[in-house]
């Protein structure tokens, strides 16, 4: 089994940033084959893909983040980054971290294999 646990989140005006962590544990969990990724689910809203990276760090973006949300990774800390800036208010939902074993580079949420508890992030205007 594998763990993940976000962390990270909370209240932030219009226009602030921040960093969202994800710490990934477990017997089965290999920083060197799972592919790591961030979602986000507002409330009435499906899971939405934002970015994914692999161990190797090549990864993907959302278009409609790109230059304004980034993912990075620290193998020998098992953790993986999601850096928001220029944070608006739609960008209010509850951020997810999952696992991917497969080592692909997917946005489906049905790709992942695990998944953590979430994180709220909400932006006031």
């Known amino acids: 089994q594998v763990q993940l646990v976000e962390s990270g989140g909370g209240l932030v005006q219009a226009g602030g940033s921040l960093r969202l962590s994800c710490v990934a544990s477990g017997r089965t969990f290999s920083t060197y084959t799972y592919t790591m990724g961030w979602f986000r689910q507002a409330p009435g809203k499906e899971r939405e893909f934002l970015a994914a990276?692999?161990?190797?760090?090549?990864?993907t973006i959302r278009d409609s983040v790109k230059g304004r949300f980034t993912i990075s990774r620290d193998n020998a800390r098992n953790t993986i980054y999601l850096q928001m800036y220029s944070l608006k208010p739609e960008d209010t939902a509850v951020y997810y971290c999952?696992?991917?074993?497969?080592?692909?580079?997917?946005?489906?949420?049905?790709?992942?294999?695990?998944w953590g508890q979430g994180t709220q992030v909400t932006v006031s205007s």
């Open positions: 999952a696992a991917d074993r497969s080592g692909a580079l997917r946005d489906g949420a049905p790709a992942y294999d695990y």
């Open positions: 990276i692999n161990w190797s760090g090549a990864n």
